[in-house]
């Protein structure tokens, strides 16, 4: 890439800003070469507050500093010229540039995914998941089509239609409350439909297994756009920095950040272009479109949102929505770590419903750790004021995560846990979002079994948990907690059972409680259970569930479980669901169940796990499933405690005695200190013959310290010499030793096969590298099991196979 030493240093010298300006055709200026082609990504400071803020409504910069003074954002040679003359100093970040200008390509070796980010589905694999979910569960998923996008109305064969996945058991047909979420309106904001695509996954999946899973889906209407852009998705999925749909009508071209498209987060009609919150120049990425409500993906969503979502409030500016409103409203956006509440047209305006909606976005935001405020500028025509303003429903911007093109470990350890989380608390809560918010939060529910006819419930619950990053809510003492059985509280004809502090006192806004449940008066089963807790101001807060699971003697699942080729016994543990148990020395087990379907799991250390699928089992039926395990054995071990053992390695790769997860010695790129700037260097296995090999894993022990976004150490493998795939990679920070595992098919059988470890490092900002300890190579096969023992067959008559022992002994030299 050409670069261009800088002009001028503008930060200490308002006069040489002016005089830069007037000299040279570039006022972007810095202490370091910049690139010759943007469009740049630049720190602009603003010369006071109210500008900050009026320019930040314009332009949606990527971060706000308000402690420093300055804001993020991508810019092109028109944007750099205003924003000099408003006043602004620009500095070049010159690493989010190049990242920004970095060519998009596929990891090697990766089939799915967005190129380069294979955790993030692309429009079309997100639609066939969703399509796939109604199929595996047709009575509670459905797929439905609400709109199409901007490309399909011009062509029915382009374009996409807009869908929603609504989730709800619908055999149960109680009235429901709504929760509703739209992502990836903003379409290079990659994380928001992998989450939202993950969450319906996780949600359906654990149904029956999971109980706070089980009655979301039972008593709640679940509705999400996961693409409320795909045209505009479409174009981000090339690497693009695309914000906008795609509509060329008035905009056919523009320098990037601008161009074609309207910002469907200003086309909504609650207070559409009022307010300097967005833009009327056609090409700006902040455009609010020709009228409110002009573009079809906006069509969709507010039609939909109409026909799910009930009016509780006078769509004016000063009415508040009653205390019980049902409902709440997500539009999940990236970047910024933020839960953003209404208004957005005004953030200095408070709502109607100030407090509930203030305190309600610091609960989500305990969950996902973000700080729970107002936009930094005026965002008018946007999706949370127009679902407030018009049905009163608690209606927020969830900013997920530090980048667009967020890193996929950073998604998948960081993002998408804590946001599941949020996501669970508000859909509990959306049966009375103002009013649960207010109460304390029921978590770590548990079940023990205390005999044949008795269990206990313990649960705790906290009245405190608000983040506190911007304000704080008040909290009182536990004063009351309550559990039924079968059906939720707020069903008719539940019946209340008082539990009790396991202190003997409510004296605290953090209380355990407990309750003894007479397992006598229930039928064989499994038996949801729900707790709730109420405050000292009389606040019942959010409920949670587990199961409890009444067994019968003569209800089970029983096998024996024997290594494959000698047949010997395995200690192995098995799982049904909720059930476990571990067989004996002999192999056999017996594992009482529930009446119903079951994936049946056997791990054993050093066993490949297996798993029969479907087992069925009735009441007072007893079913038999023998299973034969696959061994295990090491194909290459290394604990480097003896050299180099064929490793080879370039730069700064070495062993040493300087951090070690076991033993005295481990591999490091950079042994004594941090890796230096500009690295790719590379630590090598020798060649490993896995002949006959099947199933084979790699496992390590790693821990690292890599500027996050930036550098990485990457996990390759290559076969017969030829070229490196690409298998994960690794960045961020992990500061204790983790054991990491990853099964690589693609080695199965092979005879010629490398590992290699490869650090690439940028410019700047460095870290203590990768750590590595502990390898080995290992897999099934011939070579794996015991001989087989004539003994052992004999021992096990008659509960063995006849026809294996056979085949076994047939095959014996």
């Not at 970047?335 to 408070?350: I, N, R």
């Given at each position: 890439m050409k670069t261009k030493s800088p002009q001028l240093t503008i930060l200490p010298f308002v006069l040489f800003q002016v005089f830069a300006f007037l000299l040279f055709t570039k006022p972007v200026l810095a202490n370091e070469s910049w690139p010759e082609e943007g469009p740049w990504v630049v720190k602009a400071y603003y010369p006071n507050l109210e500008?900050?803020?009026?320019?930040?409504?314009?332009?949606?910069?990527?971060?706000?500093?308000?402690?420093?003074?300055?804001?993020?954002?991508?810019?092109?040679?028109?944007?750099?010229?205003?924003?000099?003359?408003?006043?602004?100093?620009?500095?070049?970040?010159?690493?989010?540039?190049?990242?920004?200008?970095?060519?998009?390509h596929s990891i090697p070796g990766q089939r799915a995914g967005i190129p380069g980010y294979p955790c993030y589905r692309t429009v079309e694999e997100t639609y066939l998941m969703a399509q796939q979910l109604v199929s595996d569960y047709p009575d509670l998923a459905e797929w439905t089509e609400i709109g199409s996008s901007w490309e399909k109305t011009q062509d029915p064969d382009q374009g996409y239609p807009i869908m929603v996945l609504h989730l709800s058991n619908r055999q149960i047909t109680v009235?429901?409350?709504?929760?509703?979420?739209?992502?990836?309106?903003?379409?290079?904001?990659?994380?928001?439909?992998?989450?939202?695509?993950?969450?319906?996954?996780?949600?359906?999946e654990n149904y029956g297994r999971d109980a706070d899973a089980t009655w979301l889906l039972d008593y709640r209407d679940i509705y999400l756009v996961l693409h409320a852009n795909p045209d505009g998705r479409k174009k981000a999925e090339t690497g693009l920095s695309w914000r906008k749909n795609t509509n060329s009508d008035e905009c056919s071209s523009g320098t990037a950040p601008d161009g074609p498209g309207i910002d469907l987060n200003r086309n909504f009609p609650f207070q559409w272009n009022c307010c300097g919150g967005s833009s009327s120049s056609p090409c700006s990425v902040t455009y609010h479109g020709s009228s409110a409500a002009s573009e079809p993906e906006t069509q969709a969503i507010i039609d939909f949102a109409r026909l799910v979502i009930p009016d509780q409030r006078a769509d004016?500016?000063?009415?508040?929505?009653?205390?019980?409103?049902?409902?709440?409203?997500?539009?999940?956006?990236?970047?910024?770590?933020?839960?953003?509440?209404?208004?957005?047209?005004?953030?200095?305006?408070?709502?109607?419903?100030?407090?509930?909606?203030?305190r309600y976005a610091r609960k989500l935001a305990y969950f996902n750790g973000y700080n729970p405020g107002g936009s930094f500028g005026a965002v008018d025509g946007a999706t949370k004021d127009f679902a407030y303003g018009e049905f009163g429903v608690p209606s927020y911007t969830i900013e997920l995560g530090t980048a667009f093109f967020q890193d996929c470990s950073v998604f998948e350890n960081t993002i998408l846990p804590d946001n599941i989380q949020m996501m669970l608390y508000a859909i509990k809560s959306c049966s009375a979002p103002y009013m649960?918010?207010?109460?304390?939060?029921?978590?770590?529910?548990?079940?023990?079994?205390?005999?044949?006819?008795?269990?206990?419930?313990?649960?705790?619950?906290?009245?405190?948990?608000?983040?506190?990053?911007?304000?704080?809510?008040?909290?009182?003492?536990?004063?009351?907690?309550?559990?039924?059985?079968?059906?939720?509280?707020?069903?008719?004809?539940?019946t209340p059972l008082n539990m009790t502090p396991v202190d003997?006192?409510?004296?605290?806004?953090?209380?355990?409680?407990?309750?003894?449940?007479?397992?006598?008066?229930?039928?064989?089963?499994?038996?949801?259970?729900?707790?709730?807790?109420?405050?000292?101001?009389?606040?019942?807060?959010?409920?949670?569930?587990?199961?409890?699971?009444?067994?019968?003697?003569?209800?089970?699942?029983?096998?024996t479980i024997r290594e494959e080729g000698s047949y010997a016994p395995v200690t192995a543990t098995v799982r049904a669901g909720d059930f476990e148990t571990t067989s004996d020395a002999g192999g056999a087990y017996r594992l009482y169940v529930t009446p119903g379907t079951y994936d049946l799991?056997?791990?054993?250390?050093?066993?490949?796990?297996?798993?029969?699928?479907?087992?069925?089992?009735?009441?007072?039926?007893?079913?038999?499933?023998?299973?034969?395990?696959?061994?295990?054995?090491?194909?290459?071990?290394?604990?480097?405690?003896?050299?180099?053992?064929?490793?080879?390695?370039?730069?700064?790769?070495?062993?040493?005695?300087?951090?070690?997860?076991?033993?005295?010695y481990a591999w490091s790129d950079s042994p004594g200190g941090n890796y230096t700037a500009n690295q790719d260097t590379y630590l090598v296995s020798p060649i490993l013959d896995l002949t006959d090999a099947e199933d084979v894993n790699l496992s390590f022990w790693c821990k690292f310290d890599l500027e996050t976004g930036y550098d990485y150490v990457y996990l390759e493998y290559r076969i017969d010499g030829g070229s490196w795939v690409r298998e994960d990679s690794f960045?961020?920070?992990?500061?204790?030793?983790?054991?990491?595992?990853?099964?690589?098919?693609?080695?199965?059988?092979?005879?010629?096969?490398?590992?290699?470890?490869?650090?690439?490092?940028?410019?700047?900002?460095?870290?203590?590298g990768f750590h590595l300890d502990d390898f080995t190579l290992k897999g099934t096969g011939p070579s794996c099991s015991q001989e087989m023992s004539w003994e052992v067959l004999l021992e096990s008559w008659p509960t063995f196979n006849i026809l294996y022992m056979i085949s076994s002994i047939n095959n014996q030299p």
């Open positions: 500008k900050g803020r009026a320019m930040a409504s314009l332009l949606a910069p990527w971060e706000f500093h308000q402690n420093e003074g300055y804001f993020l954002l991508e810019v092109n040679m028109d944007l750099m010229d205003r924003l000099v003359e408003e006043g602004f100093q620009l500095e070049l970040d010159l690493k989010k540039t190049e990242k920004l200008a970095a060519h998009r009235q429901k409350p709504v929760f509703m979420a739209i992502s990836a309106i903003h379409s290079r904001e990659y994380t928001t439909a992998e989450l939202m695509s993950r969450f319906a996954e996780y949600l359906l004016d500016l000063v009415s508040p929505a009653p205390l019980d409103t049902v409902g709440v409203f997500l539009d999940i956006h990236s970047y910024g770590g933020d839960v953003l509440w209404p208004w957005g047209y005004s953030p200095s305006t408070p709502p109607p419903n100030e407090n509930g909606l203030y649960i918010s207010k109460g304390p939060n029921a978590h770590s529910i548990a079940y023990t079994q205390m005999g044949q006819a008795q269990g206990k419930i313990t649960a705790t619950f906290d009245d405190s948990l608000y983040a506190t990053s911007n304000g704080t809510e008040p909290y009182q003492n536990i004063v009351e907690t309550r559990l039924t059985i079968g059906t939720p509280p707020f069903i008719t004809g539940s003997g006192q409510w004296d605290h806004y953090l209380e355990q409680a407990e309750a003894d449940i007479d397992l006598t008066s229930l039928g064989v089963g499994s038996h949801p259970v729900f707790v709730q807790g109420k405050d000292a101001d009389g606040n019942w807060g959010s409920i949670t569930s587990c199961f409890i699971h009444v067994l019968s003697d003569t209800t089970y699942i029983e096998g799991e056997f791990t054993a250390e050093n066993y490949r796990p297996e798993t029969v699928m479907a087992v069925q089992v009735q009441e007072n039926q007893a079913v038999t499933s023998n299973i034969y395990l696959k061994p295990y054995c090491a194909f290459f071990e290394d604990d480097f405690e003896q050299g180099l053992n064929g490793w080879t390695a370039d730069g700064s790769w070495a062993i040493s005695d300087e951090d070690v997860h076991a033993g005295t960045n961020g920070t992990q500061s204790n030793w983790e054991l990491y595992s990853t099964t690589l098919p693609a080695l199965n059988n092979q005879s010629n096969v490398q590992i290699r470890f490869y650090l690439h490092s940028d410019g700047s900002v460095f870290g203590d």
